[in-house]
C-alpha cells in the first residue's frame, strides 16, 4: 500500500530539480553578464598587437579589423559588425603615442616582441592578399597555390629571425595547400577554374538578342530572360567568383 507521503516526496523532487535549472540559468546569466562587460577591453597585448597590424599593412584598416575579429571569437566575444571593428582599429590609431606606434612597429628593435610576432602573419597574409590582387588584375588570372606559397615564403625569408613567421611549406604538402585554402577563406578569396567558353562573334550575338527579343514581343504571355553578358578577356577581380545563372525557359515555335 502506497504511503501517504509519497506525492509529496514527488513534488518535492520535481520542485527541487526545477530549482536546480533555475540556478544553472541564473549562474550562466551571471557568467554571461561577465563575459560582455570584459568584451572588447583590449588588453595591452591585443592594443599594440592591432596598432602594429595597422601601421605595417600600410595603414589599411581592414588587416587589423580581421586580427580583432577573430581574436574576439577565440574570447568568445559577440561579435561586432564589419564597419564598427574598422571605426575601432581607426579610433585605436587616432587615441595612440606615435611615438610609442614608431617603437612598437620596429621590426628590428621591436617595444613589444610579443606583440609583433603575433602581428606579423596577418601583415604578411595582407601582402600576400595584395600582391594576388595586383597580378590578377595585370594577367587576367588569379596566382596558382604553388605561386602564392613561393610569394610568402620569399617574403618570410626576409624578416629578422627573431620575429620570423612560421614555415607553412610547398605545394606538394598537404598542410601547405590547407594553408592555402584558409588564407583565401580569411580574405574573401575563392580558388577555382573559369569556364572557357567558344567565342561568339559580336554580330551573330546581337542577331540572337534581337531574334530573341521580337519573338519576347510577340509571345507576350511566355516568360522569358535575357542576360546580355559581356566578353571579357581579362577578369578585373583579385578573387572571382561564380554566379550561376537560373535556367531560361525553352519555347518552340509552333508552325
Known amino acids: 500500500m502506497a504511503s501517504k507521503s509519497e506525492p509529496l516526496e514527488k513534488r518535492k523532487r520535481e520542485l527541487g530539480d526545477a530549482q536546480a535549472e533555475i540556478n544553472k540559468a541564473l549562474k550562466r546569466a551571471k557568467q554571461q ?9 583590449l588588453s595591452s597585448f591585443l ?37 564598427e ?3 575601432m582599429v581607426e579610433r585605436l590609431f587616432m587615441e595612440c603615442d606615435l ?17 609583433l610576432k603575433a602581428a606579423l602573419p596577418y601583415v604578411e597574409q595582407w601582402q600576400l592578399v595584395q600582391w594576388t590582387a595586383r597580378a590578377n588584375l595585370r594577367q587576367g588570372v588569379a596566382p596558382s597555390t604553388e605561386s602564392v606559397l613561393q610569394r610568402y615564403e620569399e617574403r ?22 590547407v594553408w592555402a585554402g584558409a588564407w583565401r577563406q ?16 559580336v554580330e551573330e550575338l546581337r542577331t540572337k538578342v534581337r531574334g530573341e527579343t521580337e519573338y519576347v514581343g510577340h509571345r507576350k504571355h511566355t516568360q522569358m530572360f535575357i542576360f ?7 577578369n578585373p577581380f583579385p578573387f572571382w567568383e561564380r554566379i550561376p545563372f537560373p535556367k531560361r525557359e525553352r519555347c518552340s515555335v509552333s508552325a
Not at 33 to 41: H, I
Not at 60 to 76: D, E, M, V, Y
Open 156 to 177: 618570410r625569408m626576409q624578416l629578422p629571425a627573431a620575429v620570423r613567421p612560421c614555415a607553412v611549406g610547398v605545394a606538394s604538402r598537404g598542410s601547405a595547400r
Open 228 to 234: 546580355a553578358v559581356p566578353f571579357r578577356a581579362r
Open 33 to 41: 553578464e561577465k563575459t560582455e562587460q570584459r568584451a572588447w577591453q
Open 85 to 87: 571593428l574598422l571605426e
Open 186 to 201: 580569411r580574405w574573401g578569396g575563392r580558388h577555382g577554374r573559369i569556364r572557357i567558353c567558344e567565342q561568339v562573334p
Open 99 to 115: 611615438e610609442e606606434l614608431a617603437l612598437l612597429s620596429d621590426i628590428e628593435d621591436p617595444m613589444d616582441i610579443a606583440a
Open 47 to 83: 592594443l599594440h598587437t592591432a596598432l602594429i597590424v595597422y601601421s605595417l599593412s600600410g595603414y589599411t584598416a581592414q588587416p587589423a579589423a580581421t586580427f580583432l575579429l577573430n581574436s574576439g571569437r577565440k574570447r568568445h566575444w559577440p561579435d561586432k559588425e564589419d564597419g
